[in-house]
């Protein structure tokens, strides 16, 4: 598979500036479109903006700044924004119809090499796909906002989606633009907003049920469940907690609430019958060999006090 070297963004609005701002960045050529002639004439003014910010916390040196405005291309012409791309990521907004246009339209003018990517936050790449001649070549790439700081970019795998290409934007966004990357099939809303949906949602039924206000369940979310998500993860998290403690809290909620959707898995349940039931056991979600229990509470509190030290989160002892 040829390098990626040329690409074009379309849409220049919160998300495409930012991406064609990485891309530049990386050291690519950006051809960037908007059918909105304001939109793309204010696009280098928010890009120069971002590296002046990056710059001023040492993120960048100021001597690239020209360079990667100068690889930046404001291309009000579609066809010729696109035809000659190695990648496509189209950014405009989260409607289906209009996605689809704008990739029939890019594959008519694009080399056949192309590789074409939506940043869609959570309409399934596959129904996007369903326009293209060459499916096998669409792939979702759910970037984060704003794109130049938020490290996660969502690999989405269509059913069609060929295998080649899915590998060779992964190496791209990691080795050239710096970016962290999962890969998971298509589903409407990928990974991180089906999980930011959950949370949303019981977020609203605590106030609906007048548990909370939205004032203390973002402090409960920034000032606990926050700092230990972003240290271990939801599941990660369980193994300290011990699996069967999580199983019978489970069962409690889903009787106490009414709810069976409280309910865990089965595997989760299966994995308690066998005896893993997290650090305790040396095995639950994860695998701990070669230590002991003391010695992964002891480095997880060491874990724990770091972050929140840096964070200025830490308990404040008398
Ligand atoms: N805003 C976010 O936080 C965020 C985060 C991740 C992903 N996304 C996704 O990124 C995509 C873009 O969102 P955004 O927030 O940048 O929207 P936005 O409204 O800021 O920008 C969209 C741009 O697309 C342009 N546009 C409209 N029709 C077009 C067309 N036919 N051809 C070319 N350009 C066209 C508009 O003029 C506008 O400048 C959406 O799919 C959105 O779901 C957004």
């Not at 230990?228 to 599941?235: I, K």
């Not at 639950?284 to 509190?301: F, S, V």
């Amino acid at each position: 598979m040829s390098k990626i070297s040329r690409t074009t963004v379309l849409g220049a609005g919160a998300m495409g500036h930012g991406i064609a701002q990485v891309f530049a960045q990386a050291g690519c050529d950006v051809e960037l479109y908007d059918i909105d002639a304001d939109a793309l004439s204010h696009a280098k003014d928010h890009i120069n903006a971002n590296l002046l910010q990056l710059m001023a916390h040492s993120a960048i040196a100021r001597e690239t700044i020209p360079f990667t405005l100068s690889r930046i291309h404001i291309e009000p012409d579609f066809n010729k924004a696109v035809s000659k791309a190695d990648l496509i990521v189209e950014a405009v907004p989260e409607r289906l119809d209009l996605k689809q246009e704008v990739f029939t339209k890019a594959e008519k003018a694009c080399s056949k090499k192309a590789i074409l990517t939506s940043t869609t936050s959570v309409i399934r790449a596959g129904d996007i796909a369903k326009v293209l001649e060459m499916p096998q070549r669409l792939v979702g790439t759910h970037w984060m906002n704003p794109p130049f700081i938020l490290p996660l970019v969502e690999i989405i795998r269509a059913p069609k989606t060929s295998d080649a290409v899915v590998n060779q934007i992964k190496t791209f966004l990691e080795e050239e633009c710096g970016k962290r990357t999962i890969i998971c099939n298509d589903t409407p809303g990928f990974v991180v907003n089906r999980l930011a949906g959950a949370v949303l949602k019981e977020a609203a039924n605590l106030i609906e049920e007048d548990v909370a206000t939205h004032i203390e369940i973002d402090r409960a979310w920034k000032e606990h469940l926050g700092p230990v998500f972003l240290q271990y993860g939801p599941f990660g998290n369980l193994d300290y907690i011990g699996l069967d403690v999580v199983v019978l809290a489970a069962k409690y909620l889903a009787w106490a609430l009414n709810d069976e959707g409280y309910k865990l898995p089965q595997w989760l349940e299966n994995t308690v019958l066998k005896g893993n039931l997290g650090i305790r056991t040396g095995k639950g979600i994860y695998e701990y060999p070669d230590q002991t229990p003391e010695d992964l509470r002891r480095k997880r509190a060491e874990e724990l006090l770091v972050l929140l030290q840096k964070v200025g989160l830490a308990t404040v002892h008398k």
